[in-house]
């Protein structure tokens, strides 16, 4: 099966806390690139490259959805697909423009009007021309295994290929709204031949289509580990042959400074198939690239390999979720810096390196920065606190604001309830294990949820029993007076980075988010605004502005401090 259920939040709760192949090759190249990008979730400038990764991958798919009618030979097989390139292509400009000119931090550097269309028809083309040998192998194969099943109008897979006249499977169907007063039908019928004749080339396109994501489809179409600690998004997969391939489709050639990183990559997605298809081995593993029409297959690991790398896998996420806490230093040596990996781009920032820094950095070096009050510096905000208290009731997994299903409590402490909830889903599954009595609450994440104080646990809180602690060693904790809890920051520095990001929701219900950082010479900081808390002069702000914020509540992401926006009453200001 290609995917599997999303969790409930859909495209908000892309957690921090999951391992996926890009941030696994992106951890195995630099460490420190992972930590600033993935964990403290520091944005770049936009490249083309990075949309025409993605438009050009969709633009292929939408293609393969097709279904030829009247063709009898390869090479008319070949002029219809090419026909529907040059046709793709132009959508390809113009969606890759819009994606382009609505991004809110671009690369200076680059211009759209260095975009030809003809190269990105060659690229289509060239993606066509390597599933076109795919095709020519199965005509040749007489269709393969499950010709007569295809000819008697069943499918051999529990989630066939998606094709644009057939209806689209959704993971989650009952949170599509209207889904069965929809029309998915169009007028692209297959005819296929009586049984024990030979395969058409008409059928052999159809035979061979793979599994590739529906452009039809807004919710994830990933697979999840069983443990949730894991999750992958596949390009394609081929299965006309009785074998499991998995492709991963490359915009550029094999000599690009990321093309390392392609067999980590399709290892992860072969050990993750294995976890997610009850220990199902799959046979192949490629890197179609578009520039160039490469096919790089690489070997398949046997299962006892697998299972060790699944092993480092595990080790490699505790590795990622112990790296920093707290307000982050910023330039740091920790971790220890590359400067030099694919991709990277905070890396070199305070490394003195003017060969690796762009001119941004430099001139973010050189910002001369001032706090004034009522600011207070990041690097003061108060990151754990202890508090005793009482069990006073329990709930969940009901979800956060990111949509993500948490389980949460109340406690009493000193006639003042208090919610408890865990920062991220799964880091502090014991929680409803105490659900009555008195308990000390340990490096809980003090923040605050629409104007009331709250308090995060992660996997480095903990919660303890009264009665199992001596009277004389209650002393050893210091307790944290709820009236003197901080749940807002006041914040002043410059912008260094900013992303905007807008979509649907499992449901089709429209969500937005703008995320910000912002450094105060010393430390930074994320700020994330939500829906109609994003203003105009937020869309506005730009990274090497110097702002105020006022009144920001505070949450916590991946045990770093993460600055909220309330319309009601923070204030945010765009200094001269």
């Known amino acids: 099966m290609p995917f599997g259920t999303p969790p409930s939040g859909g495209p908000l709760s892309r957690t921090r806390r999951r391992i996926s192949a890009s941030s696994l090759t992106k951890y195995l190249r630099c460490p420190k690139q992972f930590f600033l990008s993935n964990k403290l979730g520091l944005s770049s400038p936009k ?3 990075q949309i025409l990764g993605i438009v050009l991958e969709d633009s292929l798919c939408s293609i393969l959805m097709r279904r030829p009618v009247s063709i009898n030979s390869l090479n008319e097989l070949r002029d219809w697909c090419f026909n529907f390139a040059e046709e793709e292509a132009k959508n390809c400009f113009e969606l890759g423009r ?24 060659r690229k289509i083309k060239n993606g066509l021309s390597l599933f076109l040998e795919e095709v020519e192998q199965c005509y040749n194969s007489n269709g393969g295994p499950y010709l007569e099943e295809f000819r008697k109008g069943k499918s051999p897979f529990n989630i066939p290929s998606p094709a644009w006249g057939e209806e689209p499977i959704f993971p989650i169907s009952d949170k599509v709204r209207n889904f069965g007063m929809r029309t998915w039908a ?19 396109w159809e035979i061979a289509r793979p599994w ?20 992958g998004e596949l390009d394609l997969v081929l299965r006309w042959d009785g074998k499991i391939r998995i492709i991963d489709i490359k915009s550029g050639n094999p000599s690009s400074k990321f093309a390392e990183s392609l067999k980590h990559q399709l290892n992860f997605y072969a050990w993750l198939w294995r976890e997610t298809q009850q220990n199902q081995t799959v046979d192949g593993i490629e890197g179609w690239y578009l520039d160039d029409k490469s096919r790089i297959l690489h070997e398949i690991l046997s299962d006892d390999e697998l299972i060790v790398l699944g092993e480092m896998y595990k080790k490699t996420h505790r590795e990622m979720l112990d790296l920093g806490e707290g307000p982050v230093k910023f330039p740091d040596d920790y971790p220890v810096a590359c400067t030099k990996s694919a991709g990277c781009f905070w890396c070199s920032f305070g490394q003195n390196d003017p060969e690796q820094e762009s001119d941004y950095l430099k001139q973010l070096e050189n910002t001369e920065i001032v706090i004034s009050p009522p600011s207070q510096k990041i690097g003061e905000i108060q990151s ?14 009901l979800p956060n604001h990111y949509a993500e ?44 949820w629409r104007g009331n104080p709250r308090l995060y646990l992660d996997n480095k809180s903990k919660i303890i029993s009264q009665k199992s602690v001596d009277d004389g060693k209650l002393n050893d904790y210091q307790m944290t007076r709820i009236g003197l809890m901080r749940t807002r920051a006041n914040v002043e520095g410059v912008i260094v980075s900013i992303d905007y990001r807008s979509g649907v929701k499992l449901d089709e219900k429209p969500w937005s988010m703008l995320n910000m950082h912002i450094w105060d010479g010393n430390h930074v900081a994320e700020i ?22 006022v009144s920001a509540e505070l949450g916590w992401r991946s045990g770093l401090p993460q600055l909220r926006i309330d319309q009601r009453s923070t204030r945010f200001t765009k200094l001269e």
Do not use: C, Y
Not at 186 to 204: F, L, Y
């Open 47 to 49: 490249s083309i490259s």
């Open 384 to 397: 754990r606190v202890n508090i005793s208290g009482t069990f006073t009731g329990q709930w969940g997994p």
């Open 528 to 549: 994330v605004a939500f829906g109609s808390s994003i203003t105009s002069q937020m869309l506005e702000t730009r990274p090497g502005d110097k702002v105020k914020i």
């Open 212 to 231: 590739v994501k529906d452009p039809r489809v807004h919710q994830p179409q990933r697979l999840f580990h069983p443990d949730g600690w894991a999750a």
């Open 98 to 121: 819009e994606n382009w000119e609505s991004s809110i931090w671009k690369n200076p550097q680059q211009s759209w009007k260095d975009v030809e269309i003809d190269e990105l028809a």
């Open 186 to 204: 169009e007028d692209e019928p297959i005819n296929w031949q009586e049984g024990g004749q030979p395969v058409t080339w008409i059928e052999a």
């Open 405 to 448: 299903p948490v389980l949460g409590a109340m406690v009493s402490v000193s006639g003042t309830h208090i919610t408890i909830e865990e920062s991220e889903p799964n880091a502090f599954p014991s929680l409803h294990d105490f659900s009555d009595g008195e308990v000390i609450i340990v490096d809980a994440l003090p923040g605050v």
